[in-house]
């Protein structure tokens, strides 16, 4: 069973970054679709940002341009750069894999999530 663990959370003032990280353990991270999600008070979670097991990434439009997932193979962590941050992109944002083969932009495709850790943009 794959596990991951969510760091990297905290507050920054509007156009400030944070990066955070997610470690896999029992697991290669590079043989995963694996993510990011978010969810903000009172709203449903949604889907930040992908990598699949070739390396392809994709991003909601709402952090285009401004997030960067990426991974370390060697490291067994996947990381979600994010800069130019907005008051709209504060949330639990929750690390995300699936076991199988597809993609994982969907919350109905993951298997396995992290516990969360918390972004507060402050304005």
């Known amino acids: 069973q794959v596990q991951l663990v969510e760091s990297g959370g905290g507050s920054v003032q509007a156009g400030g970054s944070l990066r955070l990280s997610c470690a896999v353990s029992r697991a290669t991270v590079s043989n995963y679709c694996m993510g990011w999600f978010r969810q903000a008070p009172g709203k449903e979670r949604e889907g930040v940002a992908t990598i699949n097991s070739d390396g392809i990434t994709n991003y909601a439009n709402s952090v285009k341009g401004r997030f960067t997932t990426s991974r370390d193979k060697d490291k067994a962590t996947l990381y979600l750069q994010m800069d130019s941050l907005i008051s709209g992109d504060s949330a639990l944002y929750y690390c995300?894999?699936?076991?199988?083969?597809?993609?994982?932009?969907?919350?109905?495709?993951?298997?396995?999530w992290g516990q969360g850790t918390q972004v507060t943009v402050s304005s």
């Open positions: 995300a894999a699936r076991s199988e083969v597809g993609s994982c932009r969907k919350e109905r495709s993951i298997s396995t």
